[in-house]
């Protein structure tokens, strides 16, 4: 049974620090691997998807790598702002096609403090 | 293009009481999701249809909750009789659904914020 692990459940950090994210998953065989971001009162929003064949996804300040074989995601959030404060997920997509279950962590909710 | 659509945004009831939540999804999207977040956790998935038929509804407690897709658009989620253990948020997603680029996509609604009390 997949398991989505995130660490740590919550950070504050200064505004213009860079920061890591981290996610894990027990069962190497997915798809491809997603973050999402939600704020309060809010549905997810996509940021970034890796599939299964790459490494890495970038998107303005924010760079997500994917370790396959390992089980390890990481997101990495350059030169962090206030308005970068919300919770993060990872979701992890089961099986061989684009029709699997989504699988999400617990989450990481960020703090950015001015 | 407008979001997915969900009401109400609150609900609070009390335990025995039932409850039903409403989806209109993106227009022309196939696929439709309905996810159960507790606080402090992940989206678990509860059910997802594909047009009007059920594709995955293995999480879903069958003896309490019900769902329906009718004519493959809006869907409805009932809970009937609530129990504490119920109080998350309802989050409903929907896709293109799969043969479409990037058909794999959810986007996702601002959920329902149910309290049992």
């Known amino acids: 049974k997949q398991e989505v692990t995130q660490i740590p459940a919550a950070l504050s950090v200064p505004e213009g620090e860079n920061l890591v994210l981290n996610c894990s998953f027990t069962?190497?065989?997915?798809?491809?691997l997603q973050w999402f971001r939600q704020d309060p009162g809010k549905g997810l929003t996509s940021l970034l998807l890796?599939?299964?064949?790459?490494r890495e996804q970038t998107s303005g300040r924010l760079n997500a790598s994917l370790d396959k074989s390992s089980g390890r995601s990481t997101l990495y959030i350059a030169a962090s702002q206030p308005g970068d404060s919300a919770t993060y997920l990872c979701?992890?997509?089961?099986?061989?096609?684009?029709?699997?279950?989504?699988?999400f962590g617990q989450g990481t909710t960020l703090q950015v403090k001015p | 293009e407008a979001g997915v659509a969900q009401s109400p945004r609150y609900k609070i009831i009390e335990k025995r009481q039932s409850v039903a939540f409403w989806c209109n999804p993106i227009?022309?999207?196939?696929?439709l999701y309905w996810y159960q977040q507790i606080l402090g956790q992940g989206p678990k998935l509860l059910i997802q249809f594909q047009n009007n038929g059920v594709v995955d509804d293995s999480q879903l407690p069958k003896d309490r909750f019900s769902a329906e897709r009718l004519k493959g658009v809006d869907s409805t989620l009932k809970i009937q009789p609530a129990k504490l253990e119920d109080s998350a948020v309802y989050l409903c997603?929907?896709?293109?659904?799969?043969?479409?680029?990037?058909?794999?996509?959810?986007?996702f609604g601002p959920g329902t914020r149910l309290l049992v009390l």
């Open positions: 069962d190497s065989a997915i798809y491809n």
């Open positions: 890796i599939q299964s064949s790459q």
């Open positions: 979701a992890v997509r089961q099986g061989s096609s684009n029709t699997g279950k989504l699988i």
């Open positions: 227009s022309g999207h196939a696929t």
């Open positions: 997603a929907s896709s293109l659904g799969p043969g479409s680029w990037g058909g794999e996509t959810q986007y």
